[in-house]
């Protein structure tokens, strides 16, 4: 199928390797790739903050250049979940109402669309390294992304999983948060490090470069030498 790839912009400008990594594996699955460079934000930082008409503004293009696609897949539980489960809400009563729905209907967050949609979990990675997996909030809750990433993981060659206790526990980052709240989610930040800690891994794996890049921040600080990588990167090793 034809597949619209939405990259975040944490990932566009920060992590390129993760968007890099959805398009080698759905290529190798078959799949023709199509990216609107155009495209930045879904709009999520001013929805979280209550300011839904500058979230609507940053929205529109986003319905309009993705209307006519087959199916659109994004790297983030995040971004994921503003695009399919808040966008209808965000554009309930307006004359985009219809669209919002439409484009929520189509779009997957990129492990529940290998898992759910194409029935592919192997995909012929190997990845030699102890990992712990970080539950993103939006995934968890919103698009019930619990048990797609770790069937994925559970076939990746050499890769052994190793469950924190504080796995579903928000990180602390949440977007604007993190800012408006520097010391509540820089707390919560350091409870999560210190539980992936206790697991010995060598890596946190998650579906957020979000939340990764904020627990990155933390483990640095910490000069712990656990690192954080998106699953889409430990999907795509040879």
Same mark, same amino acid.
């Given at each position: 199928?034809?597949?619209? !790839?939405?990259?975040?912009?944490?990932?566009?400008?920060?992590?390129?390797?993760?968007?890099?990594?959805?398009?080698?594996?759905?290529?190798? !699955?078959?799949?023709?790739?199509?990216?609107?460079?155009?495209?930045?934000?879904?709009?999520?930082?001013?929805?979280?903050?209550?300011?839904?008409?500058?979230?609507?503004?940053?929205?529109?293009?986003?319905?309009?250049?993705?209307?006519? *696609?087959?199916?659109?897949?994004?790297?983030? /539980?995040?971004?994921?979940?503003?695009?399919?489960?808040?966008?209808?809400?965000?554009?309930?009563?307006?004359?985009?109402?219809?669209? $919002?729905?439409?484009?929520?209907?189509?779009?997957?967050?990129?492990?529940?669309? !290998?898992?759910?949609?194409?029935?592919?979990?192997?995909? /012929?990675?190997?990845?030699?390294?102890?990992?712990?997996?970080?539950?993103?909030?939006?995934?968890?809750?919103?698009?019930?992304?619990?048990?797609?990433?770790?069937?994925?993981? #559970?076939?990746?060659?050499?890769?052994?999983?190793?469950?924190?206790?504080?796995?579903?526990?928000?990180?602390?980052?949440?977007?604007?948060? #993190?800012?408006?709240?520097?010391?509540?989610?820089? *707390?919560?930040?350091?409870?999560?490090?210190?539980?992936? $800690?206790?697991?010995?891994?060598?890596?946190?794996?998650? #579906?957020?470069?979000?939340?990764?890049?904020?627990?990155?921040?933390?483990?640095?600080?910490?000069?712990?030498?656990?690192?954080?990588?998106?699953? $889409?990167?430990? !999907?795509?090793?040879?």
């Amino acid at each position: 199928m034809k597949i619209s !790839l939405f990259v975040p912009c944490y990932i566009d400008a920060i992590y390129p390797k993760v968007a890099i990594s959805m398009v080698r594996i759905l290529e190798k !699955l078959g799949h023709t790739i199509e990216f609107p460079e155009e495209l930045t934000c879904c709009g999520q930082p001013p929805f979280n903050s209550g300011y839904w008409d500058d979230a609507r503004r940053s929205a529109r293009p986003v319905l309009e250049r993705l209307k006519d *696609a087959e199916v659109v897949v994004i790297g983030s /539980g995040s971004c994921g979940a503003m695009m399919k489960v808040f966008y209808p809400e965000l554009f309930a009563g307006h004359p985009e109402e219809a669209s $919002a729905k439409a484009l929520s209907a189509k779009t997957w967050e990129f492990t529940d669309f !290998l898992v759910t949609k194409l029935g592919v979990t192997d995909l /012929g990675a190997t990845f030699p390294h102890k990992v712990t997996f970080h539950d993103g909030c939006h995934g968890l809750r919103e698009l019930k992304t619990k048990k797609q990433p770790r069937e994925l993981l #559970a076939k990746v060659r050499g890769l052994e999983l190793v469950e924190m206790k504080e796995a579903e526990t928000c990180c602390g980052f949440g977007g604007t948060f #993190a800012t408006k709240y520097a010391s509540v989610s820089t *707390a919560m930040g350091e409870v999560k490090c210190a539980s992936a $800690a206790e697991t010995n891994a060598d890596f946190i794996v998650s #579906a957020d470069s979000s939340c990764l890049m904020h627990v990155q921040g933390l483990l640095d600080r910490q000069r712990r030498p656990i690192r954080t990588i998106h699953i $889409a990167e430990v !999907l795509a090793s040879e």
